[in-house]
């Protein structure tokens, strides 16, 4: 069964304080890892999808990157805009690779 | 093009009461989904279709029906609420297998 893991939680960081989000997955034959990001009271926004070990893919302060176990999401510089929830997932085998099996998400809180 | 769109926003119904959740899409996607979502434990699959006229079962179908009579549209279906369905829904689309999906705005439900 596909297993999605994110760590931590919840994270409160400074304005300027870098740091990384971390997703651990277990499935039978990867077909790609994708991170949303989340803002309350709305629905899941695309940012990024990996594909394979070693890949890495940037927009703005984020960058993503992929092992053969997980994957990191990094926060550079972050801003209060930043401030979101990111969710990791992976396409779910018993759906023929259609649907998306989540982690539960970290939630990621900037302060000025 | 409004990408996926849901009807309504928010609801309270009573337990035992029956409603319909709409979802819509402009992009031409093959595929649609529905997703519940509760605090902690991330996004969870009901129901998906791969096309018009089809319909299956994710991971918690129970309690819930579908359709999909035109490929533009996505129905869920609650026959007779219960308070377990208190949730966020949201419905998503793609193009194929894989590919990345695209998040409605979500719908509040609260069952009394």
């Known amino acids: 069964e596909d297993q999605v893991t994110q760590s931590p939680e919840a994270l409160r960081l400074q304005e300027g304080e870098s740091s990384s989000l971390n997703c651990s997955y277990t499935?039978?034959?990867?077909?790609?890892l994708f991170w949303y990001r989340q803002d309350p009271g709305k629905g899941p926004e695309f940012l990024f999808t990996?594909?394979?070990a070693g890949e890495e893919k940037e927009k703005e302060r984020l960058k993503a990157t992929l092992t053969k176990k997980e994957s990191f999401l990094h926060i550079t510089a972050p801003k209060p805009e930043d401030s979101a929830t990111y969710l990791c997932?992976?396409?779910?085998?018993?759906?023929?690779?259609?649907?998306?099996?989540f982690g539960s998400g970290t939630r990621l809180q900037v302060q000025p | 093009n409004a990408g996926v769109t849901q009807t309504p926003k928010f609801r309270v119904l009573k337990t035992g009461q029956s409603m319909t959740l709409l979802c819509a899409q402009d992009?031409?996607?093959?595929?649609m989904y529905w997703y519940r979502q509760d605090p902690g434990m991330g996004l969870r699959l009901i129901h998906y279709?791969?096309?018009?006229?089809?319909?299956a079962k994710g991971e918690v179908p129970d309690g819930y029906n579908v359709s999909r009579l035109k490929k533009q549209n996505f129905l869920l279906g609650l026959e007779s609420a219960a308070p377990s369905q208190t949730s966020v829904y949201f419905c998503?689309?793609?193009?194929?297998?894989?590919?990345?999906?695209?998040f409605g705005p979500g719908t509040r439900l609260l069952v009394l």
């Open positions: 998503a689309s793609n193009q194929g297998a894989q590919e990345t999906q695209y």
């Open positions: 997932a992976v396409p779910r085998m018993d759906t023929g690779r259609r649907a998306l099996t």
């Open positions: 499935v039978s034959g990867l077909r790609g």
């Open positions: 279709s791969v096309g018009e006229g089809t319909t």
């Open positions: 992009m031409n996607h093959e595929y």
């Open positions: 990996l594909y394979s």
